[in-house]
Nanobody, 130 residues
């Protein structure tokens, strides 16, 4: 079964950290560009960070998360991670990962809607609150 499964969300205080995981089954994640997106209540889905295929490795970050979030791959686990540090209340959202075999650039993957990528996970809730 081809699918993406996110995990690692939760409730954290401002300034705290979480690591989100996007695990793939049924296909090799290294062959796909991966994006982390988030959607807060009443807001549009937005791209947070994207990484190109494993052989390229380019990354993109939304300005508001630069220096705080890091996207990475673990080929041995067929997974992509989003390390989130110095979390802020405005980071609260449902976070999704998406996989796409053919992209133009990682920036385009993250910033150009409609974000109709091949595969999406079910999402994981991140809540940043004291």
């Amino acid at each position: 079964q081809v699918q993406l499964v996110e995990s690692g969300g939760g409730l954290v205080q401002p300034g705290g950290s979480l690591r989100l995981s996007c695990a793939a089954s049924g296909f090799t994640l290294d062959d796909y560009a991966i994006g982390w997106f988030r959607q807060a209540p009443g807001k549009e889905r937005e791209g947070v960070s994207c990484i190109s295929v494993s052989s390229d490795g380019r990354t993109y970050y939304k300005d508001s998360v630069k220096g705080r979030f890091t996207i990475s791959r673990d080929s041995s686990k067929n997974a992509v991670y989003l390390q989130m540090n110095s979390l802020k209340p405005e980071d609260t959202a449902v976070y999704f990962c998406a996989a796409e075999a053919m992209i133009t650039t990682v920036q385009a993957m993250c910033v150009m809607p409609p974000f109709d990528y091949e595969l999406w996970g079910q999402g994981t809730q991140v809540t940043v609150s004291s």
